[in-house]
């Protein structure tokens, strides 16, 4: 029997090959509510051990009831594939006492059942699905130092390629045969380096590699795990500036299902707000199996609370307040301005035909034929304007009888001279641009050279900003130091 472990350094590849695998079967890692247990959960336990060894409904129900944050389920749409059924205990090894119980205060996670329905056997889910069981476990519960359980021999191999290493023959007696306990350590595990991917937020549905804007989305926040201490502001900042992307966004699990501390970076500075990286985060979290595709999920920002959902079509819609816009007066600010935009856009003053503001940007509106001539010839000079980032907006495409207005967005005060998609620009454009047609649902396509499309809707004083996401990139941080 093999006692050798696969290396951590092929266990992380697998990782990232789960949240591939994931996405693409359509799969999804969420908690097993308790109307699931006894019709679903069940008879799969049932159909899957042999009697002496099955968990019964009773211990099913009650581990659900006292540690329903470690009875997972795999989902295919609402189809139950598999389940991961997990309580707490306290010390090092399994004991037949401490697996019969939950202790909320133990930091041994005693896994009970590892179930894959038989139809869905021999495609890798089984293997999926517990790798991504503990990637999750490692990422929201800090509290959690080891995994453990007790398997037969032929599973140990099984076990192994999950990352679990054989510790001893168990004392445990469960049925006739030996059982041989198995552990991964949460403290030295490659589980705990932060996982990362590079997102495509905002595609172009007719070509989503390529198009929208680029993000970075980070599984941690940090190494102190202190949200807002310096030392973990200080952490962000240097990966964002090693990502070299417009936003990193930071993403750390609650512990409320589907709730989420979110910050964003760009390479120079830390954002309030952030669209498209929001977007990335959203689609990101979703695909992995970290939040549940059948709730919305609550991120916790700068910006107060934010929702995103995820539509049957894979689409991610945000819920964003509005930026609303006031047209600047007639005067001598405005007037050298409009010649430092001119300069910096190659504008000629005649095109600008409005020039308005909200709390965080400028809003330069043209004409469609100047809009699609414009060269930007020196974008460095409009930095000195004091605003996060520019916006040259004009109505419809010439191209396109579906996009309603299109925009695009110069930040070179933020360290980016032209972002490829910016959702949160579209909390100004869209009531701007609603106020102008007399529609309160309008298609933006944002003309950068990657070029991406935002669908937007007012209601109230929210604006829901929907859009596609693809995952171009896994992997994982070598350190958080």
């Given at each position: ?251 750390n699990p609650k512990k409320e299902r589907n709730h989420f501390d979110l910050r964003w970076f760009t390479p120079a500075v830390e954002v309030d707000l952030c669209g498209h990286a929001t977007l990335a985060a959203a689609h990101a979290a979703f695909s992995s199996g970290f939040a549940d595709i059948h709730l919305p999920i609550k991120f916790h920002t700068l910006s107060g609370v934010l929702s995103s959902s995820r539509s049957d079509t894979g689409e991610i819609e945000l819920d964003f307040p509005i930026e ?158």
């Amino acid at each position: 029997m093999s006692q050798v472990p696969l290396p951590s350094d092929a266990i992380r590849h697998l990782v990232n090959k789960d949240m591939a695998y994931l996405e693409q079967e359509g799969l999804n890692m969420r908690p097993v509510p308790a109307k699931d247990v006894e019709t679903l959960a069940a008879p799969m336990e049932a159909a899957s051990y042999p009697s002496d060894e099955a968990a019964s409904l009773a211990q099913l129900k009650m581990r659900q009831s006292v540690a329903p944050q470690f009875f997972s389920g795999l989902y295919k749409e609402d189809t139950l594939v598999g389940i991961v059924v997990g309580t707490l205990c306290s010390g090092e090894g399994l004991k037949e006492e401490t697996m019969s119980e939950h202790d909320p205060k133990g930091d041994n996670l005693c896994v009970h059942s590892v179930v894959v329905d038989a139809k869905y056997r021999r495609k890798g889910y089984g293997n999926c699905m517990l790798r991504t069981y503990v990637r999750q476990v490692a990422a929201s519960h800090h509290n959690v130092s080891r995994i453990t359980l007790i398997c037969k021999a032929y599973l140990i191999s099984f076990y192994q390629s999950c990352g679990f290493t054989l510790q001893c023959p168990s004392p445990v007696v469960h049925g006739a045969d030996p059982w041989y306990e198995m552990c991964i350590d949460l403290t030295t595990s490659s589980t705990r380096q932060p996982s990362t991917l590079h997102v495509n937020a905002f595609c172009d549905p007719s070509r989503v590699r390529g198009s929208g804007n680029q993000a970075a989305v980070v599984f941690s926040h940090g190494p102190d795990g202190k949200e807002k201490s310096e030392e973990t502001s200080a952490w962000m900042q240097s990966v964002a500036k090693d990502m070299n992307l417009s936003e990193t966004a930071f993403l750390n699990p609650k512990k409320e299902r589907n709730h989420f501390d979110l910050r964003w970076f760009t390479p120079a500075v830390e954002v309030d707000l952030c669209g498209h990286a929001t977007l990335a985060a959203a689609h990101a979290a979703f695909s992995s199996g970290f939040a549940d595709i059948h709730l919305p999920i609550k991120f916790h920002t700068l910006s107060g609370v934010l929702s995103s959902s995820r539509s049957d079509t894979g689409e991610i819609e945000l819920d964003f307040p509005i930026e609303p816009v006031s047209a600047m007066e007639e005067g001598e600010d405005l007037s050298n301005l409009k010649t430092q935009l001119s300069k910096g856009t190659g504008l000629s003053l005649d095109d600008i035909l409005e020039i308005g503001k909200n709390r965080i940007d400028l809003f330069l509106t043209t004409t469609l034929e100047a809009f699609e001539k414009m060269t930007l010839p020196d974008i460095k000079s409009l930095g000195s304007i004091e605003t996060r980032g520019i916006v040259i907006t004009c109505k419809g495409s010439s191209t396109n009888s579906s996009i309603d207005f299109q925009s695009r967005f110069l930040a070179p005060q933020c360290g980016i001279d032209e972002d490829p998609v910016t959702g949160s620009a579209h909390c100004g454009l869209m009531p701007l641009w609603a106020k102008r047609l007399g529609k309160d649902t309008l298609t933006g396509y944002q003309a950068s050279p990657r070029g991406g499309t935002v669908k937007c809707s007012l209601v109230g004083d929210r604006v829901k900003l929907s859009g596609l996401g693809f995952i171009t990139m896994y992997g994982a941080l070598s350190n958080t130091n």
